[in-house]
């Protein structure tokens, strides 16, 4: 049978974003079937190689099989800003798979946590009523669970991306496996750090309440510490005018730390105030090492103040989703793992990894960036 591609749209309030669309529902006995063909992968130093190579395995077991049509959903907490690489991904891989699908995401984004929820649970089920036989879902919270697994036993495949829901009955996770990735980047850190003693401050997150951040965290201090520094957590704050704080209290630990601070790892979008901290503190000139690439990151590491950043591969996480999803229909959940296994933990959990972002090679990475269709 060939594949073929339509498109279905849901309701109350969303943003669409198509993915593959065909003229025709009816397919004529005899057709041919398309093998599916990926888009090049760009010949470049950050290029994932390991990971693009799974999906290339996972492609040429497809195409032994019986390629069938399939609908499916990617649900997103947002389609701008973080999750804009996600949704090219998520369409891209869609595109190729020549799936029936669409990546969702609500037109406005309520201060009320729960809206987005219920939201978010709405479409789940709307996606089940509608027959797609695959939703990949970046759920908000733990009341996001109960709809995934009604999806699931109603027979329907859900993988969760950028957050997960362990307890729930999703297939896979993809996305940062953030222990890994907090030690990622404190080994960076490492290689500019002189020899113990010493405290390394980390911008992170120092309450198991949120778990990504915690995790993260966590990470890093088990690295720095078997390595023989001293890791001091500082809270990081997000919310509110809350940098004059932030960096005011950074500067108060930094004060009163012994042994005294010899290095800074920001495990954060705000990892740039590290240099604010080091600046109070009257210690401008210890190594820093930040996450994500904020503006205000990517403008310190051209000043030299910040060594390296780490950033999330977002545009991969919305890419392998759709090719996980059509493997778990088509060759099955243990067949997909398999090909899939360099990738996935005990817990799962496909961890893409993350970029590490040197200085002197931020244009390297933007022309990356460009190759793929990512914004960062």
């Not at 931020?362 to 914004?375: C, R, V, W």
Request: net charge negative; hydrophobic share 40%; charged share 20%.
């Amino acid at each position: 049978m060939a594949r073929i591609g339509r498109c279905w749209m849901a309701v109350f309030g969303l943003t669409l974003t198509t993915a593959a669309c065909g003229s025709s529902d009816v397919i004529e006995e005899g057709t041919e079937v398309t093998p599916i063909t990926r888009a090049e992968s760009p010949d470049n130093e950050f290029t994932p190689v390991e990971l693009e190579a799974r999906v290339d395995n996972l492609v040429a077991e497809l195409n032994k099989s019986s390629l069938e049509p399939m609908q499916m959903v990617v649900l997103l907490k947002e389609l701008s800003g973080f999750f804009e690489p996600i949704t090219t991904g998520a369409n891209r891989a869609m595109g190729e798979l020549e799936v029936t699908g669409n990546v969702l995401g609500p037109t406005d984004q309520s201060d009320d946590p729960t809206t987005s929820q219920d939201l978010q649970n709405q479409q789940v089920k709307q996606a089940v009523a509608d027959g797609a036989a695959g939703i990949g879902v970046s759920p908000f919270d733990n009341v996001n669970a109960a709809a995934i697994d009604e999806a699931v036993a109603n027979g329907v495949h859900v993988v969760t991306l950028d957050s997960d829901l362990a307890a729930s009955k999703r297939s896979l996770f993809v996305g940062t496996v953030n222990k890994a990735a907090g030690a990622t980047a404190a080994n960076t850190l490492l290689a500019a750090l002189p020899e113990p003693p010493g405290t390394v401050m980390i911008h992170g997150n120092v309450g198991p309440e949120w778990v990504d951040g915690y995790d993260r965290t966590q990470g890093a201090v088990e690295v720095l510490a078997n390595a023989g520094y001293t890791p001091l957590v500082t809270q990081a704050v997000f919310f509110g005018d809350n940098e004059t704080f932030d960096v005011d209290w950074m500067k108060s630990q930094i004060e009163s730390a012994d042994p005294p601070v010899i290095g800074f790892l920001g495990l954060f979008n705000i990892s740039y105030r590290c240099v604010l901290a080091a600046d109070a503190a009257g210690i401008p000139d210890v190594p820093i090492v930040a996450y994500d690439f904020d503006p205000k990151t990517v403008d310190y590491m051209r000043k030299g103040r910040i060594l390296a950043t780490h950033t999330q591969r977002q545009y991969y996480e919305g890419y392998l989703v759709p090719y996980i999803l059509y493997g778990i229909k088509t060759i099955g959940i243990d067949a997909t793992k398999q090909i899939l296994a360099p990738l996935v933990d005990e817990q799962n959990r496909v961890n893409i990894g993350i970029d590490v972002v040197p200085a002197d090679k931020i244009d390297a990475y933007n022309a990356f960036l460009d190759s793929i269709g990512s914004i960062q």
